[in-house]
């Protein structure tokens, strides 16, 4: 069974930091691009950032530029998104996932999902 698990959520003060990790489990990483997603209450879902199968493409939404790193480690079949400086609306549910493909994009028509994990960024 496919499934790909998203943890490291959490509440952290402004201007703070997290690590999110999206692991996967039932198939290997290798062949698949991988994106982060996040939906806050009332807000429709958004790409933040993507990497390619060989972390050949990377892309960030504006709005994290600067700020989220994201990568990927094949042997460990996980994928990582650094979060620094954290912003109040940052606030939200992000999602890993996953697409059979070489290049990654943030648009949300990828094949599989996580469940989420819960990010709050509050004083």
């Known amino acids: 069974q496919l499934q790909l698990v998203e943890s490291g959520g959490g509440l952290v003060q402004p201007g703070g930091s997290l690590e999110l990790s999206c692991a996967a489990s039932?198939?290997?990483?290798?062949?698949?691009?991988i994106g982060w997603f996040r939906q806050a209450p009332g807000k429709r879902r958004e790409g933040v950032s993507c990497?390619?199968?060989?972390?050949?493409?990377?892309m960030y939404q504006d709005s994290v530029k600067g700020r989220f790193t994201i990568s990927r480690d094949n042997a460990k079949n996980t994928v990582y998104l650094q979060m620094n400086n954290l912003k109040p609306e940052d606030t939200a549910v992000y999602y890993c996932?996953?697409?059979?493909?070489?290049?990654?994009?943030?648009?949300?028509?990828?094949?599989?999902w996580g469940q989420g994990t819960q990010v709050t960024v509050s004083s």
């Open positions: 996932a996953a697409i059979l493909s070489y290049y990654c994009s943030l648009s949300s028509n990828y094949a599989y």
């Open positions: 039932g198939f290997a990483l290798d062949d698949y691009a």
């Open positions: 990497i390619g199968s060989n972390s050949n493409s990377i």
